[in-house]
């Protein structure tokens, strides 16, 4: 397993072709505070063209998307407390059945309804993403956001891009404000 830092960039299937299945664990940790709500933090994908931006609304995977029209992502579903050990959110990929016109998969992290409860990731620790082998289950990265957020209500934790026809995974922790609307104005989505 490699432990990446911020920036840094692994090539996952060069010395392993037969990489095909992943999964993307992405977990976090809530800091004691008193604002009276829950932290619900949303895991999502976002399937972008040479453009970096989705080609279709449906290339935004989420909590009301949960699978990709090609099958090649499946968020396995919201985790609405982020409480208990291990990965709080899971994402699945099949690198084969990424369509061809897809070069880059962009992971985040937003928090729902985080102006309301007026809540950001200065309140979040712990954050981290993992990639797992499916067919064997072990762990290959693993990425330590690290505590320098503070008023951003999302993050591009990392992203597994195509190049020179392998996947590689770097490792972004860029901060956004604006929660989601702002992730999805970045990638070509609209929100109404």
Same mark, same amino acid.
């Given at each position: 397993?490699?432990?990446?830092?911020?920036?840094?960039?692994?090539?996952?299937?060069?010395? +392993?072709?037969?990489?095909?299945?992943?999964?993307?664990?992405?977990?976090?940790?809530?800091?004691?505070?008193?604002?009276?709500?829950?932290?619900?933090?949303?895991?999502?994908?976002?399937?972008?063209?040479?453009?970096?931006?989705?080609?279709?609304?449906? +290339?935004?995977?989420?909590?009301?998307?949960?699978?990709?029209?090609?099958?090649?992502?499946?968020?396995?579903?919201?985790?609405?407390?982020?409480?208990?050990?291990?990965?709080?959110?899971?994402?699945?990929?099949?690198?084969?059945?990424?369509?061809?016109?897809?070069?880059?998969?962009?992971?985040?992290?937003?928090?729902?309804?985080? +102006?309301?409860?007026?809540?950001?990731?200065?309140?979040?620790?712990?954050?981290?993403?993992?990639?797992?082998?499916?067919?064997?289950?072990?762990?290959?990265?693993?990425? +330590?956001?690290?505590?320098?957020?503070?008023?951003?209500?999302?993050?591009?934790?990392?992203?597994?891009?195509?190049?020179?026809?392998?996947?590689?995974?770097?490792?972004?922790?860029?901060?956004?404000?604006?929660?989601?609307?702002?992730?999805?104005?970045?990638?070509?989505?609209?929100?109404?």
């Amino acid at each position: 397993m490699i432990n990446l830092s911020k920036g840094q960039k692994i090539d996952l299937t060069k010395g +392993d072709p037969s990489l095909t299945n992943i999964m993307v664990g992405l977990g976090w940790d809530v800091n004691q505070f008193d604002g009276g709500a829950d932290f619900d933090l949303d895991a999502s994908a976002f399937l972008c063209g040479a453009n970096g931006k989705c080609p279709v609304e449906t +290339d935004f995977i989420f909590y009301k998307n949960l699978v990709h029209s090609s099958g090649a992502v499946e968020h396995m579903g919201d985790n609405l407390t982020g409480e208990g050990e291990g990965d709080d959110e899971q994402i699945h990929v099949d690198l084969s059945l990424v369509p061809p016109n897809i070069e880059k998969i962009a992971f985040t992290v937003t928090i729902y309804d985080a +102006d309301t409860r007026r809540q950001n990731f200065g309140q979040v620790s712990n954050a981290y993403i993992r990639i797992v082998n499916m067919a064997n289950n072990q762990e290959i990265v693993h990425y +330590d956001l690290g505590e320098d957020f503070s008023i951003e209500t999302a993050i591009v934790v990392g992203e597994l891009y195509k190049h020179a026809g392998s996947w590689k995974f770097n490792a972004i922790g860029s901060g956004f404000r604006g929660g989601l609307a702002a992730l999805c104005a970045h990638y070509g989505i609209e929100t109404t």
